[in-house]
T-cell receptor
Framework: GAVVSQHPSWVICKSGTSVKIECRSLDFQATTMFWYRQFPKQSLMLMAT?????????EQGVEKDKFLINHASLTLSTLTVTSAHPEDSSFYIC???????????FGPGTRLTVT | RKEVEQDPGPFNVPEGATVAFNCTYS??????FFWYRQDCRKEPKLLMS???SGNEDGRFTAQLNRASQYISLLIRDSKLSDSATYLC?????????????FGKGTRLSVIA
């Protein structure tokens, strides 16, 4: 149980375009979903937290107009990187939790490369 | 001071060796502690929770010292498949929306 999927697993896009990443909880209802970013040899950094049906809460330094998060249902959250730049190239990982935010189930991640 | 600090390694050990990783955390209000394992280009996966009394899961033993804000992970009889990055993770209940705080990880390579 507690399976989280992400799509796509990797994507290459041109600078200035937008990319949408989906995160789904396959066998449970996720009260909260988290979006992380990980640069090479760095730790996972939380970008934002989203609860179903409400606006996401962004961490300091993360531009909400650039990283659009939608959590329309208890099983799906999307992250859209708008007007992507090469510095946005990173490993984006989502996680989902049920009743406790400390028990998070991670998706397999999406590797984004912006050329 | 960083919230969670780990020795980045890499630790290169032969098969069968015993290896220990250390981690310190800065938020004394942290209540829960975990070790995650992350393989290259993969998502982190929970290895084990860390309890105050210490806990063991097969070849893996985790210890917590709240007074020193220090966590350890001991791996006995290392296998090639143990090669990965080990992430120390703590909860940060007083830090807004960041319930889990990750260390940068310690890289382990087990060599045949």
């Amino acid at each position: 149980g507690a399976v989280v999927s992400q799509h796509p697993s990797w994507v290459i896009c041109k600078s200035g375009t937008s990319v949408k990443i989906e995160c789904r909880s396959l066998d449970f209802q996720a009260t909260t979903m988290f979006w992380y970013r990980q640069f090479p040899k760095q730790s996972l950094m939380l970008m934002a937290t989203s609860n179903e049906g409400s606006k996401a809460t962004y961490e300091q330094g993360v531009e909400k107009d650039k990283f659009l998060i939608n959590h329309a249902s208890l099983t799906l959250s999307t992250l859209t990187v708008t007007s992507a730049h090469p510095e946005d190239s990173s490993f984006y990982i989502c996680s989902a939790s049920g009743t406790s935010p400390y028990e998070q189930y991670f998706g397999p991640g999406t590797r984004l490369t912006v050329t | 001071r960083k919230e969670v600090e780990q020795d980045p390694g890499p630790f290169n050990v032969p098969e069968g060796a015993t290896v220990a990783f250390n981690c310190t955390y800065s938020n004394s209000a942290s209540q829960s502690f975990f070790w995650y394992r992350q393989d290259c280009r993969k998502e982190p996966k929970l290895l084990m929770s860390v309890y105050s009394s210490g806990n063991e899961d097969g070849r893996f033993t985790a210890q917590l010292n709240r007074a020193s804000q220090y966590i350890s992970l001991l791996i006995r009889d290392s296998k090639l498949s143990d090669s990965a990055t080990y992430l120390c993770v703590v909860t940060a209940p007083n830090s807004g929306n960041t319930p889990l705080v990750f260390g940068k990880g310690t890289r382990l390579s087990v060599i045949a």
